[in-house]
Every structure is written in structure tokens, then in C-alpha cells.
């Protein structure tokens, strides 16, 4: 389908928007006293399917289902969101193995995807049925098996499982041709390294390990990264600040969370200019991973609110709004 | 029928045929963005409607351009065209119209649907929304003016 087969989605998507929240909502959220006045809030702005009594969990469901539900009914081609759940099926692959290896997890870490759900997925990595697996998983979920098999070490392990899915997301945004999803997992590859490189960093990782787990992306020089991190936090941070993420830096130094917050709102950066597009799948793409990020938010919110947590530390973990 | 009457009759037909087809074009744009709009916000039917037609003026000029044509040409009226050099002379009177008319029907189409997706976010700008397809209109209001000049003066 060409650029002008989707005015009719972009302009709907595009009144949508005007449904999203909003940075000062999500502040408001962040302020309110209890769960139930954040439930009450969302209710007000059309969450939820209109089910009583309403409940954080149940809430979000059918926000997910509704945005699903609209992706449907807009025809947007399946392939976009397939590459969209490449993070969450490398996620199911590794808590596969450590179930494997060693024992039972909570069914609830997994995410539900077709095909590849937590059952399908714990029953190929204990069979070693790796040829049930897509092409780009099958090479990671032996490397990573053996690794934890032979070793128990689940850092390693989760490194190469991480290192797979940047790789294979980075391939799949090639592939499709569409500019806003290679443009995406460019900016979330370079986001995972930072991260993990951070993570390393802080656990005085080696060389090696950060050269095992790194991927190579267009917008980080993995190689200088690896040598920075393995450096300690300090020589990390000089590297970040002089290559451009002077503002990832600055957020390590203020908190972990304040890192994590850095992270996600890089990304939601890179789909911003979609707002003013009024053609191509892209503005429909970038609804969808805004409705993601705020469903992402309010979990966060209510959870922070379930839990008696301070204002401060609510709205120190909220992320950026795309509405 | 004379190669002269053939080639008037080509440049009236080419004059409603392209500049119709910009406009068709524009138009049909301009439609799928608006019953993107209407589908969540019916209440924006009047204005998305209007920024929808504005394309459509290309075809309205094509066809004015081809019924003055051909009541010179002696087929609605005036004398019919007996030699070529005439008949060429209809023909490229027709041009301007027909080939600004296809290729702005194409843009103001496409600035029409910006502006759809701008009343679409600020319902409130309209008047400024419209402005931005209006804008294209200038060039095929002119292209329009000197092919019914050019085709009047034809002696």
C-alpha cells in the first residue's frame, strides 16, 4: 500500500490524539492521594469498557484491547507489529531458559503473544526444539540455554538474549521498509546499549562481557561504549557527555530511575515528528507506541499510588507524553 | 472533419479531461481524510467538507475553458475551424489550463488534507486551515484566465 492509501487512518488517528494524556494529566495523576482517585480519573477521560467496580488491572486491559482493536479496523499491515513484539517474545525466550534451567516462574512474567506464549515457549526451550523457533531466535536461544545450562549465570545469559533482540529488531525495522520503524529500533538499539552498558558499569563487568552483550547500532560506537563502561562510572559518564547524550548522563547522575525515564523518553522522541505527518503508516505506528507508553505511565501511576508512595517518587518514574 | 476541428476539439476535450482528473484526484484526497475526521468527530462535517471541495475547482475551470472552446469552434456556435494552424492555436489556448489544472488538483488536494488533519487537532483554526489550499487555487485562477483570454482572441 502506498503513503495515500492511509489519509482516512492518519486523520482519525490524528482526532485520537487529542484523547491522549497529556504531560500536566499525567502530573495530576502523579499528585492525586489514592489509586481510586487516579481509577476515578481515567474513567472520566473514557478508560476503561464501562465494567463497575473498576479495577487498576482490568482498566488497562481493556485500554490494550481497545487500541488493538483500532490498529485491527485500520488495516495497519500485521508485519509492523510483529517487529513492535520482537522485545516481548526475546522477553518469554529468556524467562523460558531460566524456567528450564532453574525451575518454575511465575506464569504472570510472561507475555501473552500469539504463538509463542509462555506455555509454547517453556516447552520449546525444554525440548530444545529450536527449529520451532523464528529464524532470527534460533542461534541466540541455543547460545543462551547452553550458556545458562553450563554456568546458572543469568546476567550472561540475559545479555545474550538482549543482544539477539536488538539485532533481530534492528534487521526487522530494515526490512520493513517503513522509515519510522528502522528509525525506532535505531534509537532503542542505542537506548538497550547505553543501558546495559550503564548496568555494567555499576556491577564492574569486563571487557569481554560488554563486547559479548553489545549491539551494533548506527547511532553508538559499541566499541568505545564497551571501553568506557569497562572503565568504571566515571570514564562512562565523560563518554556519554561527549558523544551526544550529555542529557543520559546528567539523568545517571541524579538517579537510577531518572536514567530509566531518560531512556524511554529518547524513544518517544524519536516519534514525535509523526504528529505532523498526514500520510503513511507512521502516525498510526506512533499512536499505537504512544498508547503503550501510556498505558505504560498510568500502571505506573496506579501501582506507585496502590503501594503509599510519595508524589516525588511517582512523578519521578512517569515518562514523557506523546499527547 | 478538418485536422484544424480535430485539434480544437482535442484541446477543449484535454482542457475538462486533465483538469478533471487533478481535480478527482485532489478530491478524493481530500474525502478519505474527512471521513477520517467525521468517523470519531462528526461535529467537524461543514468545515472538513469544505476543505474537501476546494480541489475541485480545476475541473469546474477545465469545463468552462471546453464550452467556450467549442462555442467557438462551431459546435456549440462561432464558425467551425477549417485549417490547422487554427486549430492548433484552440489547442494551445487549451493547454494552460488543462496541465495547471491536472497538476494543482494533485497539490491542493494534498494541502487540503493537511489542512483536514489541522482542523482535525484544532477545530478552532479553520479559518486559517483553509487558507493553505486556497493558496494553490491562485496559480489555476491564472492558468484559467489567460486560456479563456487565448481562446476568445482567436481570430
Known amino acids: ?111 501473552d503473544i500469539d504463538k ?159 504528529k505532523r505527518k498526514y500520510n503513511s503508516q507512521g502516525p498510526v505506528i506512533a499512536y499505537y507506541l504512544a498508547r503503550e507508553n501510556e498505558i505504560k505511565t498510568a500502571r505506573i501511576i496506579l501501582t506507585a499510588k496502590a503501594n503509599g508512595f510519595s508524589e516525588e517518587f511517582t512523578k519521578e518514574r512517569v515518562r514523557r507524553m506523546y499527547g | 472533419m478538418s485536422m484544424g476541428m480535430a485539434l480544437a476539439i482535442l484541446g477543449a476535450a484535454l482542457s475538462t479531461a486533465l483538469a478533471g482528473i487533478g481535480s478527482s484526484v485532489g478530491v478524493g484526497w481530500g474525502g478519505q481524510a474527512a471521513a477520517g475526521v467525521v468517523s470519531e468527530d462528526p461535529d467537524q462535517f461543514a468545515k472538513v467538507l469544505i476543505l474537501q471541495l476546494l480541489p475541485g475547482t480545476q475541473g469546474i475551470y477545465g469545463l468552462l475553458v471546453t464550452f467556450i472552446t467549442l462555442s467557438q469552434i462551431g459546435v456549440l456556435g462561432g464558425d467551425p475551424v477549417t485549417d490547422t494552424y487554427t486549430g492548433m492555436m484552440y489547442l494551445f489556448a487549451c493547454l494552460p489550463i488543462a496541465i495547471v489544472g491536472l497538476i494543482s488538483g494533485f497539490y491542493q488536494g494534498k494541502t487540503s488534507v493537511a489542512s483536514i488533519n489541522l482542523v482535525a487537532k484544532r477545530p478552532d483554526q479553520f479559518g486559517k486551515a483553509m487558507l493553505f489550499p486556497a493558496m494553490v487555487e491562485t496559480y489555476a485562477i491564472l492558468a484559467l484566465l489567460v486560456s479563456i483570454l487565448a481562446v476568445t482572441n482567436i481570430k
Open chain 1, 1 to 111: 500500500m502506498g503513503d495515500n492509501d492511509y489519509l482516512f487512518a492518519v486523520a482519525r488517528i490524528h482526532v485520537k490524539e487529542k484523547t491522549l494524556l497529556s504531560d500536566m494529566d499525567v502530573a495530576q495523576m502523579a499528585g492525586m492521594k489514592t489509586e481510586q482517585d487516579v481509577l476515578n480519573f481515567l474513567t472520566d477521560r473514557g478508560w476503561g469498557d464501562g465494567s463497575s467496580p473498576v479495577d487498576a488491572a482490568g482498566l488497562l486491559a481493556a485500554e490494550e484491547a481497545k487500541t488493538w482493536d483500532l490498529m485491527r479496523e485500520l488495516r495497519i499491515d500485521p508485519a509492523v507489529f510483529q517487529v513492535l513484539e520482537l522485545p516481548k517474545l526475546y522477553h518469554n525466550l529468556g524467562c523460558a531458559i531460566k524456567e528450564a534451567v532453574l525451575g518454575k516462574v511465575p506464569e504472570r512474567v510472561y507475555f
Open chain 1, 116 to 274: 509463542y506464549d509462555g506455555e509454547t515457549m517453556g516447552r520449546i526451550v525444554r525440548e530444545k526444539r529450536w527449529e520451532d523457533l523464528p529464524s532470527h531466535m534460533k542461534e541466540t536461544a541455543r547460545n543462551a540455554y547452553e550458556l545458562m545450562a553450563k554456568t546458572g549465570d543469568g546476567q550472561r545469559c540475559d545479555s545474550i538474549v538482549d543482544r539477539g533482540c536488538i539485532l533481530a529488531c534492528l534487521e526487522a525495522g530494515k526490512k520493513s521498509k517503513n522509515s519510522l520503524l528502522a528509525e525506532y529500533e535505531e534509537s532503542t538499539a542505542a537506548v538497550t546499549d547505553i543501558k546495559i552498558a550503564v548496568r555494567a558499569a555499576r556491577t564492574g563487568k569486563t571487557l569481554n562481557f560488554l563486547n559479548e552483550a553489545l549491539a551494533p547500532c548506527s547511532q553508538v560506537d559499541v566499541r568505545y561504549l564497551a571501553l568506557a563502561a569497562a572503565e568504571g562510572q566515571e570514564k562512562l559518564l565523560s563518554w556519554l557527555e561527549e558523544h551526544g547524550f550529555g542529557k543520559a548522563a546528567e539523568a545517571l547522575k541524579d538517579s537510577p530511575s531518572a536514567f530509566e525515564r531518560w531512556c524511554d523518553n529518547r524513544v518517544i522522541e524519536t516519534i514525535l515528528p509523526q
